[in-house]
């Protein structure tokens, strides 16, 4: 059973560029969160979609936006890139109303914004 | 707003000792608090669940306590090992809105090294 599969791995950019980064979920969930981790910090909630609806959202400007699909895979895309916008871009899965249960995160996408 | 912090960036043990993490919060009183390992390069890794209502959780060698009127979480690993060498987060779910679970509040980790 395959678990949460993120795309791509590794990425450079430019300043002001923009980016799109895919996440498929674990089979059996219906949520998918987004979350950004700096060097040396915990995971930051940027939003969260279910129904392919955008549920929640975290402290991001606007140019962090996202969509989920109706297959539940989720797209986090990020337009006029800023060198503060290098993290590493997590996804989690969940069950919307089991998200108690703990969420299943992929490995990551690496961005690099030069 | 809620924080949450966790006592050391790093925690250097030798094997076979119990390793003792520490998670406090602020401001917030969660209906249950979650603890995650993750791997250089990785993400995290859900490891265990403790309610509000529950004092204390075990899950083989690991053992969780979780004290609300301290507003704190203890975190243990028994009988260390260099395979345990990791980052552990604490997270938090933030307030829930409009019925649907209320995303995770991270801490930002600590650095677990056990030495051989």
């Known amino acids: 059973d395959a678990g949460v599969t993120q795309s791509p791995t590794h990425l450079i950019k430019t300043r002001g560029q923009q980016v799109t980064l895919r996440c498929s979920p674990k089979?059996?969930?219906?949520?998918v969160s987004w979350y950004q981790q700096a060097l040396g910090q915990g995971p930051q909630f940027i939003f969260q979609?279910?129904?392919?609806?955008?549920?929640q959202r975290g402290n991001f400007p606007d140019r962090f936006s996202g969509h989920q699909f109706p297959n539940y895979s989720s797209e986090l895309n990020v337009n006029a890139l800023l060198l503060g916008d290098s993290a590493l871009y997590l996804c989690?899965?969940?069950?919307?109303?089991?998200?108690?249960?703990?969420?299943?995160f992929g490995s990551g996408t690496r961005l690099t914004v030069v | 707003s809620q924080k949450i912090e966790q006592n050391s960036e790093a925690l250097n043990i030798q094997e076979g000792k119990t390793a003792t993490l520490t998670c406090n919060y602020t401001?917030?009183?969660?209906?249950?608090l979650q603890w995650y390992r993750q791997d250089p390069g990785r993400g995290p890794v859900f490891l265990l669940l403790?309610?509000?209502?529950?004092k204390e959780k075990r899950k083989e060698r690991l053992k969780v306590t979780f004290d609300t009127t301290l507003k704190q979480s203890l975190f243990h690993i028994t009988a260390s090992q260099p395979a345990d060498s990791a980052t552990y987060l604490c997270?938090?779910?933030?307030?829930?809105?409009?019925?649907?679970?209320?995303?995770?509040?991270f801490g930002k980790g600590t650095k677990l090294s056990v030495k051989p």
């Open positions: 403790i309610r509000e209502n529950e």
């Open positions: 997270a938090l779910p933030a307030p829930f809105y409009g019925g649907s679970q209320g995303n995770l509040i």
């Open positions: 401001n917030y009183s969660p209906a249950y």
């Open positions: 979609y279910y129904e392919e609806e955008e549920r």
């Open positions: 989690a899965s969940s069950l919307f109303f089991g998200a108690r249960y703990g969420y299943t």
């Open positions: 089979s059996g969930h219906d949520t």
